[in-house]
């Protein structure tokens, strides 16, 4: 059975950094993809970036939004992903969740799919808000 459990998440001010991570047992991010998305307002789950080690598909991909400001690293020997997000804005407010598994194939440049979906497996998710 595949685990994923995110941790990371709080409060800052507009300006300031936080890094996420996100833990998988039963799953090896050294030979999957996995994604960081966001709920967004109308309750779909944006991508916010996104990495895949699967050889034809290797590499990391950030949505324009945080591009520059956010950082996807992998640590294989603990089977964990981060993403240190700097320069927080407001709108980066949401809770943010990790899914493994995400892609089967290609990251997409842009995706919104329905949070939680049968697709992935996904963590609990954790709360990042930004006061301005």
């Known amino acids: 059975e595949v685990q994923v459990v995110e941790s990371g998440g709080g409060s800052v001010e507009a300006g300031g950094s936080l890094k996420l991570s996100c833990t998988a047992s039963g799953f090896t991010f050294e030979t999957g993809d996995m994604g960081w998305y966001r709920q967004t307002p109308g309750n779909e789950c944006e991508l916010v970036s996104g990495?895949?080690?699967?050889?034809?598909?290797?590499?990391?991909q950030y949505a324009d939004s945080v591009r520059g400001r956010f950082t996807l690293s992998q640590d294989n020997a603990k089977n964990t992903v981060y993403l240190q997000m700097n320069s927080l804005k407001p709108e980066d407010t949401a809770v943010y969740y990790c899914a493994a598994n995400a892609f089967h194939g290609v990251i997409p440049t842009r995706e919104r799919r329905p949070c939680l979906d049968p697709f992935a497996y996904w963590g609990q998710g954790t709360q990042v808000t930004v006061s301005s």
């Open positions: 990495i895949s080690s699967i050889s034809s598909y290797a590499g990391t």
